[in-house]
């Protein structure tokens, strides 16, 4: 490391500053773990993505998304967290402390890290997304289905997420509609077989071998229609100058992608921090102290970085504080430690 490079020394970074990085700094800072929060790419993280937070607890009437997040940030600051700008780009964790290099190339040490990275969900990146991201296209049924009741609803995607997301979103939409590109689902036959008891009852239609090209809509009146391709083998987008590829306008108030989520960790490459097939942080979990301990001491992660599952902001929120409250142990005896090792002797003097 350059000189140049090295900024400071800290007791914990957490890199996130979503509702889990923002939790794990109000009871760090509490703790007096003066935790630097790094933002990432997207400070605030998912929630600033959403206009109407209706189930987090406290907000009788709703909450925004950014304001609840700004929220947690001043209550965070207030008790002394310091939330910066940057990237965490790796972690050296062959020594201690922790080694943290940004991608603007600074250093930082420290002796605790939580990772509260989040989980991105993947998009289409066709136009009209950036546009309606949150004004009625969505990713997270849970969070958002109750804002559509009545509506034809779109689900896209073909895996366990599309099915499960498809079948909860029937207690509200008129119909619910899911396009898949093939032919075939390749989620678990548990949920085709749920969908397909709906599909029967007509509460869902099928659009197959079909794909989305283009959204059409506005912020003020949401989705209004999407653009739709379809060929009879499948996979239409890579099929567009096929004569048998149709094009078709398709009429609906909102759309969901369940098309997957991508973990944000890969600045753990090396150190030895275990992660799933699909790139989640596994951490401890279970009962008791500790949970959100991953295989290196001193590395905690919390929210939907190890959460494939639940990703809601409550239960990232939830685990933000667990993971405040583990590393807080974990600095209380490494501080006990160190107070224990005997000075070095004194160097033997000949005169
Ligand atoms: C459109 C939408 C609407 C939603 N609505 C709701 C809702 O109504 N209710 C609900 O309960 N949940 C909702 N959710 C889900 C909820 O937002 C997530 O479960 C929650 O945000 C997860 O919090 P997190 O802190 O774990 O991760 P995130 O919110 O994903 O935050 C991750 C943070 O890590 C940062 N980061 C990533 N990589 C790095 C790095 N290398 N270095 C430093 N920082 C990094 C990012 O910039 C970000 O700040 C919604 C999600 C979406 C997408």
Redesign the pocket.
Known sequence: MSEDAFVEHRKLII?????????AAIYAARSNNEPLV?????????????T?????PGFPEGIS?PELIQNMKTQAERFGAEVDH????SVEADERPFTVT??NGDVYTADAIIA??????RTLGIPGEDDL??YG????A???GAFFRDEKILVVGGGDAAMEEANFLTKFASTVYIAHRREEFRAEDYWIDRVMEKVDDGEIELLLNTEVTELHGSPEEGVDHVTMVRHPDGHPTDKLDDPETETFDFDCGAVFYAIGHTP????LEGTGVERDADGYVVAKGGKGANQTATDVPGIFA??????FH????????G??VKAALDADDYLEELEREERAEPEPAAAESDD
Do not use: H, R
Request: proline letters at 1%; charged letters at 15%.
């Open positions: 890199a996130g500053s979503g509702i889990s990085g923002l939790s790094f933002e990432g790419d997207e400070p605030g993280g998912q929630l600033t993505l959403t109407e937070v209706d189930n987090y998304g940057g990237i965490v780009e940004m991608k509260a990275s989040g989980a991105s969900a991201m949150g296209l969505s990713t997270c849970t969070c958002d944000n960790a890969d600045y919390a929210g939907d970085v190890v959460d639940y990703q809601q902001a409550a239960t990232a929120g685990d933000g």
